[in-house]
């Protein structure tokens, strides 16, 4: 998730444990706290861009990595907070701040290794956007009110809503997913892999992506009270011995390949307007579209000791917005 709800539901837990003395400073120990994980953003290398793929959600966001990280938080704040709370008090709430994050993240659809190092599975339970301020505002206003008010209810209200706005994202994940299976049927298609996904801030509008033996296939679907369907459009699956003939298999370029395949869950196309261009297409800002927010560029004339480039396409048009605004609001 972003930043800021990951700092507010770390706040909230911290909150809904805290003596009435010890509310802001609390507040404060789990808002740090349930940012902390994300610095491994800060791993990351100019000659290998794919090396913060692989370690961002890495071991801070493991779930064995908790206690770690909240004792390295608790340390780091002891002569800020520890003097007025104890030490122990201090791990409690960076404990409760930094324990929420993972768990989170794992409810997008990024991927997260919650159970590195016996396991680099992306985690990913498809019941929240990245970014999702109908998640996020409420949190704020209930974490301030309890802040203005030393009460730690207000956190518990807080977490509350975060597992009642979770559990709907469940619920249409669930709707979705049977819409998705039916949608698939009607075309006499047997999905060897089938997802669906949040689109961008709400859970209305979700991304349908299912693979065939030869195909993906990518629709939307707004699910309220009745299903309305978007109907997207169909690539061939990536294949790299076709698709990138001239590829050497030992080079690094095929090496990053790779590395893309098992940070995408293997959600590969080839951009149909930039030459050798494999975007992951589990991302788009319309969802019953392929071209991917991000992905990689590989090139000829790069020796076998050279990476691929990672790109980031967020030049997102006024159109699309305004698409994406009339299916959520149908």
Known sequence: MDPVSQAVLGGSASLSFAKKSHVIIAVVCGILSGMAPDLDAFIRSDN?????????????????????????CAVAFRYTFAKRLGFRRTYLYCFLGYATHGLLDACTSYGTQLFWPFSNTRVAWHTI????????????VLVVIGVRKSVSTFGRLAIFWAIAYLSFGALQNKRTTTFAEQLASSRNHQPSRLEVKPSFANLFVWKIIYETDERYYVDAVRAGTRFTHYPGVSVEKFNVSRDLAWLENESQQAKDLQRFRWFSNGYLALDQQRPNFVVDMRYSM???????LWGIQLERNKTDEEHVDFVWDRNVSKQKRDKLKSMIFD
């Open 286 to 292: 319309l969802p019953n579209e392929v071209d991917g």
């Open 129 to 140: 956007s990245i970014i999702d301020p109908l998640f996020t505002v409420p949190l704020i």
């Open 48 to 72: 290998d861009p794919l090396l913060y793929l692989e370690f961002h959600r890495q071991f801070t966001h493991s779930l064995v990595f908790i206690p770690f990280g909240a004792l390295i």
